[in-house]
């Protein structure tokens, strides 16, 4: 049984959110490495 509480479920979900930003930018640079990698 988790903690439901207002603050406790806020804490999740801005550290969920904050973990999809990471990834989101992690696919973005290995992305933009793969373009410039390829130009050359």
């Known amino acids: 049984m988790g ?4 603050k406790s479920v806020h804490k ?3 550290q969920k959110q904050l973990k999809a930003d990471a990834t ?5 640079q290995a992305t933009a490495a793969k373009q410039v990698a390829g130009r050359k």
């Open 24 to 28: 989101a930018k992690q696919k973005q």
């Open 12 to 14: 999740k979900t801005a």
């Open 3 to 6: 903690d439901k509480s207002p």
